[in-house]
């Protein structure tokens, strides 16, 4: 299954910053599809907590973003329309906690596709 979230509303940051995700449940990883105003990766993986959804780096365990609420290995969910808050970590070299935003899915591709080029091919070879 793969899911298409927007993330924005991170004010605090850019009244205009979003970025569009794809997160593929089958292999927990996520890629960068667009965005503006967010500076992260292109790609990395996912982890499941208490709190929701991890988006992490591809080679680091610290989240970039916290996807409250928003469970990937719930039964009935995710499903398009639904929405939370997302939760932008600063890196270590910015001062505060946190910039809360938005995240929203806007689409669930339950069809497993495989593609001729796939993002999330592994960088060692």
């Known amino acids: 299954m793969r899911i298409t ?3 924005d509303t991170f ?31 292109d790609r990395g993986k ?3 907590d208490a709190r929701g959804t991890l ?33 932008w970590c600063c890196t270590e070299r910015e001062s505060g906690s946190g910039v809360a935003g938005h995240w929203h899915v806007q689409c669930v591709d339950k069809d497993t596709v495989l593609a001729e080029h796939s993002v999330f091919a592994e960088d060692e070879v």
Request: proline share 6%; net charge negative; glycine share 10%.
């Open 55 to 87: 988006v992490c780096g591809q080679h680091d365990a610290r989240p970039l973003f916290i996807l409250d609420g928003l469970t990937m290995e719930a039964r009935t969910g995710p499903f398009e329309g639904e929405s939370g808050e997302a939760l």
């Open 5 to 7: 979230l927007h993330l």
């Open 11 to 41: 004010d605090r940051l850019d009244p205009n910053a979003y970025a569009i995700l794809w997160l593929d449940n089958d292999t927990h990883k996520w890629s960068r599809e667009g965005h503006a105003g967010l500076q992260f990766p």
């Open 46 to 48: 996912l982890r499941v």
